[in-house]
């Protein structure tokens, strides 16, 4: 039976809904239609959840008239300065001289802690194993366990607490022999790949001679907890709140704001170094300061003044 010219395109008006609606509705309906209900925060899947939890963060993106407010500081002095700031809420970072290499001296500690403990977890050592001093492990650098001679046994835990709060080289010096005994010769040299430091022997250049940049990238790495368990992690940042050296980075924060640091001196090249994770309030950043070619004091004036001007930025803004 034939149709009206009306009644066809009726038809065809009601075939095109039909299969219109068939769409949309294969489009946006992926879910059962029993499915049940989750939380707003599934739309946002490839977002930082951070962001979404956390309402008290406060974030900063331009960080430019902090480093040149840091330029104008170091101006001022005399020596070679290195400098770097990451804010921890969003990873903003600002350097002067990050990527320069520098005598680093004692902040490679906190990444040999970092390798006992990747050891632990590894199975191929145990933190609550005794040690034992020896002879060559005494060493009256820095740190005062050198005053207990030899014989005496501390836990390889003891040993890294000593380490990182006190800067113990004797201590540092046992961990490293650790390594020896189970047949790891350089113990620097797998963390330090993992952060992409190769350390090139044929140049010599050792684990004491780094730079700012991966420094902070092992500091950040600590803050999410993603080289070594979370655990672990924080026990490095805790022992690392309790060290007395509060004469440079710390100096320039207020009382009572927690500060995670390790300072570094090498006295016969006169270079100078504090690198930590500032906790301030609702606004995290890392910082690490370098000295290079003045004496202690005329470094931590630098420093004191570079972390007070950051902190300061960081809080005003």
């Known amino acids: 039976m034939l149709i009206g010219l009306k009644q066809f395109f009726a038809l065809l008006a009601l075939v095109i809904f039909f299969v219109a609606g068939f769409g949309v509705a294969k489009i946006y309906d992926r879910a059962p239609r029993n499915a049940p209900v989750v ?3 599934s739309r946002y899947m490839l977002i930082n959840p951070t962001i979404l939890t956390n309402s008290s963060k406060h974030f900063i993106i331009n960080f430019t008239p902090l480093r040149d407010k840091i330029k104008q500081i170091i101006n001022a002095y005399p020596q070679k300065t290195y400098f770097y700031f990451s804010y921890l809420n969003n990873a903003s970072w600002v350097g002067i001289n990050e990527r320069e290499t520098f005598v680093a001296a004692s902040l490679a500690k906190v990444p040999l802690a970092m390798a006992i403990y990747k050891a632990a977890e590894e199975g191929k050592l145990s933190l609550t194993q005794p040690y034992t001093i020896e002879e060559l492990d005494l060493n009256f650098g820095f740190g005062d366990l050198y005053k207990t001679g030899i014989d005496r046994s501390f836990t390889l835990e003891e040993l890294i607490q000593i380490m990182l ?9 046992a ?3 650790v390594f020896h005994r189970i047949g790891i010769d350089s113990p620097y040299d797998e963390i330090y790949q993992a952060f992409g430091w190769v350390l090139d022997i044929d140049k010599n250049v050792n684990a004491n001679e780094i730079n700012l940049k991966t420094l902070s990238a092992m500091y950040l790495s600590l803050y999410n907890a993603t080289y070594i368990s979370a655990e672990h992690s924080q026990r490095i940042l805790e022992y690392l709140t309790h060290t007395p050296f509060n004469d440079k980075l710390a100096a320039g924060v207020p009382l009572g704001v927690v500060v995670s640091h390790k300072i570094g001196v090498s006295g016969e090249t006169l270079t100078y ?45």
């Open 39 to 41: 939380s707003d925060n």
């Open 165 to 173: 709060e006190q800067s113990d080289n004797t201590a540092q010096s």
């Open 175 to 177: 961990l490293v022999n």
């Open 273 to 317: 170094s504090d690198c930590g994770i500032v906790y301030a309030p609702n606004r995290n950043y890392l910082l690490c300061l370098g000295s290079e070619g003045a004496n202690e004091n005329e470094a931590r004036k630098l420093m004191k003044d570079t972390s007070k001007a950051t902190y300061d930025f960081v809080i005003q803004n």
